[in-house]
């Protein structure tokens, strides 16, 4: 087990460094081969390993202790693979799809020049990503974490000679930045309370005895409330949640194949693994489990409003991502830990299959990704157009699906909770699965239904996509599928009998009443509502009905216009400020050249010393050192 | 111990050596082999140094000469852990330096080299002296070769850089000399093992205090005494914005971790709020200086001096952790901002200008210049997996203990730091070809080496610190307890907060903490 563990982590490295380090010595496509094998070897290990983890009902518990990373006193890191069902189920759904993806890019990349870079990108990401999950502890965790973060920015900017690409790698990285040193917070919280950095330790200590309050602004807060929030905009950063999410839009700049593994299926869900790891913290905190239910509940709102308004395709998912992210913080929130995790699990697959079935859109049309200029094209791609409607009708929830299986528990969940947070984050869920169902149905109609709004050299170019391509959207396919029906049970089991006991998973019942089947045969109704409207696109139609409701979501609430005022320009006034009259007109005019000045006023003989003559100062130097030996001498010798 | 005083022979080695290149005739080719052959040696001679040292056997290496029967003050060396990393950075990164001189035009080439020889016999001095007067005498030789690369081998405005160099220093250095005189008449003595343990009248200690702070701070240098490091920097030939970042700096934190703490824990005590707040207010000012930046060199010189923020806050957390986390920025920064300056330099010699504007797309004619830049730039980010991170989490970690919200305000580098870094990076690397990009022809195989050999150090240590930290620790050890014996015998209830004997706490939760510290606390999270 071990060995699997240690092939599935490090199979990736390898892949990473093989692309890296021998891309001139090989040819394209004897590297890919190569990058694969190592990814296959990963992935078959990582699939192993789920079908034990499966089987060995939650007493599955693997940990390979690498080396000792810090080590001071009793402050310690170390690197070590720790595997439990939650880390199991991650490892098994990153490789998979991270796998998948090295294969669609065989193709969906044909073109490029340097494409070894790309693969060790890509390498580099599943590695860190799969450090990210297997850590045990924090420290780790978060070089996991920032890893896949670099790698995301990389990627994201992988088009480095696009202006517009750079500008939305740096916008990731540094929103991802915010979050982040409100996690390193947390991490430093964490070590304060417990003196140690271990996930489990660190937790059962914090389990065992309350710790004193902070005070905050005079009023005592629970510790864990304080963590609880740190680790929570920590997250919120990673998983592109309301406030930190302006980032994930902007991050289709990158191509799409690593949309769908980074910007869909792992690295944003990164936020809900920290917060489902942390589980037991959350379980006794109030406040800070009701920030988690309000901040999914109004990001799957707010970006579900906004996606309706989008035109790019890969813009409109970008955004469901963002607004399904919302739905599994609001599960962590309401206490369906196991819910969220399950949710994951299936968006994973399911919004993998949209976007790469973007991507094979994207690919035909030649880069087209406005889908006013698409229209009709499910008569020359009926594959393409056959798998996006079994990811949309998953993400919507269509019975039987896998969305179905896994939002039905979080709804469930939140509704159950209503004593404690009210109805109103069950009501906004309700509200956004209204949505998620517009938007998909209008992404899916303008895109595949109606005539063709190409022109017409475009138009004789689409063609369905080659088997390298169209192989990984079959299985993701076949895991929008079935995924939730296999999985439910296990997932949403209670007790210890599959997730084990180091997070908190209750028993989530799955019952189709009144209160389940409603929202989803509204949803339902919606999307093919929508399907059926948006076939026509009429440009000047919608141009005139343009209100303010229209402009406030196409303005995307407005984040960006407002961070822009109240951060990025005050931060570059400032540093101009203090670089002005801070160094030059301040410090500098009545430090140094203020002492020149009065020197030269002062003394035509001091000003000689200063006009740069080398001996003049090291004659000074010199005369100083012997000084200091004649007072020795002669002074401090027999003071002493 | 081996006879064969190992640690003179290191000081020495690279003077004598100067004293011989300068000797050569000015024609002399043989200027450049001899000089690396003496900086080569003295690197594996700190080698084998570190392979001969034992962490835990205190001070070693020692060697104590008389000058004169008629005065105390000894020719006194020795070192430990603190010391030996600094010396290996300082022999590795001159070795590098005179390196980057190979097949580039230098006027002067002779007087060049001496200087850097001199330079790094100086610097080993200084990390090796155990004598008050000793080790002024050695910080201000630094000055000299120092000023010379600067104010000789510099660019246009060079004389208003070293002057300016010049001034700072020397008024560091005037006020250190007079504190320096002033213990020595109070203690009669000046062997630093001996003055650790006097008591000084405390009416001086303050002033003694702000003295060899001033000093520490201008050479590291603390906000607001850094306005010099920005112009030495731009105006240095690479190889001396390499010496002048990767080891002159970590003199001023060496100094207050051999000198000002354990000399002073009480009146250091008494001032750690001035020393948080210039750090703070440093590493806030500078990343957003270092944003609004044109010239290349001086935004890695402003990040240089938001890095060194870190090890003044970690050094006055009195923490084995914050300690060792100002220690090792310091270690991680000579690495990572020397790799800098070499990958502007590296720039800056083929297009020959330092302007931001003037570039854009070097990553499609260097790719190899591009990655390992990459890898340097992350790193100044503060990476996980590079060294950079190291240092500055342990700072953090041990500061929180302090005061959340102070670890908070120091924290924004995170994101700041990352905003100047990934700014320089993108405009040069990034980007479609530029004209002036036209020029850029392939790295030789010294500058690929050189660059190589840095970035692996620099993941080394970021994945593998633990080697560093066995040696660093130990020492660390009586610095701690001297603080520790001052908080005794203040019994100031104020400062009880800061934990001073981690290992010995084995308290697992929090203990009631003062009221003050708890509300900043919460302060860190409502912003």
Known sequence: MKLFLKLAVFGPLISCLFAGLFHRQLSKTALIRFCGFFMGIATLAGSTLFMKMVKSGGAFAVTVPLMTWIEIGDFSATWALSADPLSVVMIFLVLVVSFLVHLYSYEYMEGEEDLSRYYAYLGLFTFAMLMLVSAQDLLQLFFGWEGVGVCSYLLIGYWYEKESANQAAMKAFLVNRVGDLFLVMGMAGFFYLTQTLEIGKGLSLLQSAVPEPFVVLGTPVPALDVLGILFLIGAMGKSAQLGLHTWLPDAMEGPTPVSALIHAATMVTAGVYLIARLSPLYLDTTFASTCVVWVGALTAFAAGTIALVQNDIKKVIAYSTCSQLGYMFLGLGVGAYNGAVFHLFTHGFFKALLFLGAGAVIHSMSNEQDMRKMGGLYRPMKMTFAFMLIGSLALVGFPLFSGFYSKEAILASAFAAQDQYGLGPWVLSIISLVLTAAYTGRMLGMTFLGRSRADEALRARIHEPGLMMNFPLALLALGALVSGMLGYKKFLMGGKGFWGDKIVAPLIPHHVGIVELAPTVVGICVFVLALVVFRKWKEKKLAKSIGFMERFLVNKWYFDALYQALFVKPVWWLGQLFWVFGDQKGIDAIGPDGLTHKAVEGSLKLRRSYTGLLPTYIAALVMGVLLLIVLILFGGGRLG | MDSFPFLSFLIFLPLIGGLFVSLLSSEDENAFYVASFVSFVSFILSVYLVIKFDPLGGYQFQEIYEW????????????????????????????????????????????????????????????????????????????????????????????????????????????????????????????????????????ITIFLWVAFFIAFAVKLPVWPFHTWLPDAHVQAPTAGSVMLAGILLKVGGYGMIRLLLPLFPEASLDLTWLVFGVSIVGVVYTSMVALVQDDMKKLVAYSSVAHMAFVTAGF????????????????????????????????????????????????????????????????????????????????????????????????????????????????????????????????????????????????????????????????????????????????????????????????????????????????????
Request: proline share 4%.
């Open chain 2, 68 to 203: 004169s029967k008629m005065m105390d003050p000894q020719y006194a060396v020795g070192i430990d852990g603190i010391a030996l990393p600094l010396i290996v950075l300082t022999t590795f990164l001159t070795f590098l330096s005179i390196l980057l001189g190979w097949g580039q035009e230098i006027q002067q080439r002779r007087s060049y080299l001496v200087a850097f020889l001199v330079l790094e016999g100086a610097l080993i001095g200084v990390f090796s002296a155990r004598d008050l007067f000793l080790f002024y005498i050695f910080f201000e030789m630094i000055l000299i070769p120092m000023f010379l690369i600067v104010g000789v081998w510099g660019g246009a405005q060079r004389v208003y850089a070293s002057y300016k160099l010049f001034l700072y220093t020397f008024l560091g250095s005037l006020l250190m000399l007079a504190a320096m005189i002033l213990i020595y008449t109070q203690a009669g003595q000046s062997h630093l093992d001996i003055l650790g343990q006097s008591d000084f009248n405390p009416e």
């Open chain 2, 316 to 527: 006055f957390t009195f923490s084995t952790i914050g300690i060792q986390g100002g220690l090792f920025q310091m270690i991680s920064h000579g690495l990572i901002s020397g790799a800098l300056f070499i990958c502007v330099g590296v720039l800056y010699a083929r297009v020959g200008t330092r302007s931001l504007a003037a570039y854009g797309g070097v990553a499609n004619k260097l790719p190899f210049f591009s990655a390992m830049m990459m890898i340097f730039v992350l790193a100044a980010t503060g990476l996980p997996g590079t060294a950079g991170f190291v240092g500055e989490v342990l700072v953090l970690i041990s500061l929180f203990k302090v005061s959340g919200v102070l670890a908070f305000l120091l924290g924004t580098s995170l994101f700041l730091g990352a905003a100047y870094a990934l700014w320089l990076y993108r405009r040069v690397i990034f980007g479609k070809l530029g004209e002036e990009s036209e020029k850029l022809s392939p790295l030789n195989n010294v500058e690929k080496g050189v660059l190589a050999s840095l970035a692996l150090c620099v993941v080394g240590l970021g994945v593998w610190p633990q080697p560093l930290m066995n040696v660093m620790a130990p020492s660390i050890e009586p610095v701690t307890q001297s603080l520790h014996a001052a908080l005794e015998k203040q019994k100031d209830p104020q400062l009880a907060m800061i934990d001073l004997a981690p290992s010995e706490e084995k308290v697992v939760l929090a203990a009631s903490r003062t009221p003050e510290l708890t509300t900043q606390e919460g302060d860190a999270h409502a912003g």
